[in-house]
C-alpha cells in the first residue's frame, strides 16, 4: 500500500497527559497537511508543510499543538496537556505541487483521538 | 471568506435510481472544487475535482458533477445508485489565490443511504 500512512489509529489517553501522532505521507509528494474533524462536521484545517518548512497554521492550532516534518518526509503532530475538546480525528493529507498547486489531496485513515 | 454549504444532512435513494448530492460554495477568485467520500472509520477518499474546463466532470465510482459558475453550485450525481454508494460525502473548495490559500475548505457532509 502506498498510500498515506497514520500511526496509531486509535489514541486513549487521560485528560492532561502528551500525545504525538505520526503520518507518512505518499513518497513523492511535496506537501503535508493536518485537519481534525470532529462528530458530524467536516475535516478542518490546522496546518500544512511544503517539503520541510511550515507554512501556514490556523487559528485552531493552539500553542499546545505543535508539527513537524524535520526531513520533508514524515510528519509529527504533538498534543500537550490535552484536554476534552481535544477529542477528535486527526487526518493527514498529502500532494504533489504541480501547476498552480490543484493537484488532489489524498488523506490517510486519520488518528482518532479519545481524552477520557 | 471562503465556505462550503451542503444543505442536506442525509440523502436517501432507492437502488438504481439517480442521486444527487447538493453544495454550494463561496470563494474569493476561480474555485477549485472537489469531492471526497469517507466511509466509517476511513479517511476521506478523492472522488473528483474541477479546476477549469468542461462544467461536467466525471470522477471515480461512476460519479460526475456540474459546476455552475451563475449558481456558485457543484453538485455530485449518478445516473444509477448502488448500496455500495452509501457513505459520507465531502464537498471541498479552495482558493486560485495562491500565497498559502492552499487549505481545503469542507461542508459538514452529506450522508447518502441507499435502499436496496
Known amino acids: 500500500d502506498t498510500g498515506v500512512s497514520q500511526d496509531p489509529r486509535h489514541k486513549i489517553t487521560k485528560r492532561g497527559q502528551n500525545v504525538t501522532f505520526r503520518c507518512d505521507p505518499i513518497?513523492?509528494?511535496?506537501?503535508l497537511y493536518w485537519y481534525r474533524q470532529t462528530l458530524g462536521q467536516g475535516p478542518e484545517f490546522l496546518t500544512y508543510f511544503q517539503n520541510e518548512a511550515q507554512l501556514e497554521k490556523s487559528r485552531l492550532l493552539s500553542d499546545r499543538f505543535s508539527a513537524e516534518r524535520p526531513k520533508g518526509s514524515f510528519s509529527t503532530l504533538e498534543i500537550q496537556r490535552t484536554e476534552q475538546g481535544d477529542s477528535a480525528m486527526y487526518l493527514c493529507?498529502?500532494?504533489?505541487?504541480?501547476?498552480?498547486?490543484?493537484?488532489?489531496?489524498?488523506f490517510g485513515d486519520g488518528t482518532r483521538l479519545s481524552i477520557l | 471568506a471562503q465556505s462550503v454549504a451542503q444543505p442536506e444532512d442525509q440523502v436517501n435513494v432507492a437502488e438504481g435510481n439517480p442521486l444527487t448530492v447538493k453544495c454550494t460554495y463561496s470563494?474569493?477568485?476561480?474555485?477549485?472544487l472537489f469531492w471526497y467520500v469517507q466511509y466509517p472509520n476511513r479517511g476521506l477518499q478523492f472522488l473528483l475535482k474541477?479546476?477549469?474546463?468542461?462544467?461536467l466532470v466525471k470522477g471515480s465510482y461512476g460519479f460526475e458533477a456540474e459546476f455552475n459558475k451563475s449558481q456558485t453550485s457543484f453538485h455530485l450525481k449518478k445516473p444509477s445508485a448502488l448500496v455500495s454508494d452509501s457513505a459520507l460525502y465531502f464537498c471541498?473548495?479552495?482558493?486560485?489565490?495562491?500565497?498559502?490559500?492552499?487549505?481545503?475548505?469542507f461542508g459538514a457532509g452529506t450522508r447518502l443511504a441507499v435502499h436496496p
Open positions: 471541498a473548495v479552495r482558493s486560485s489565490h495562491s500565497g498559502g490559500y492552499n487549505k481545503l475548505i
Open positions: 474541477y479546476i477549469t474546463g468542461d462544467n
Open positions: 513518497s513523492e509528494h511535496n506537501r
Open positions: 493529507a498529502s500532494s504533489l505541487v504541480s501547476g498552480e498547486g490543484n493537484q488532489p489531496q489524498h
Open positions: 470563494v474569493s477568485g476561480n474555485p477549485y
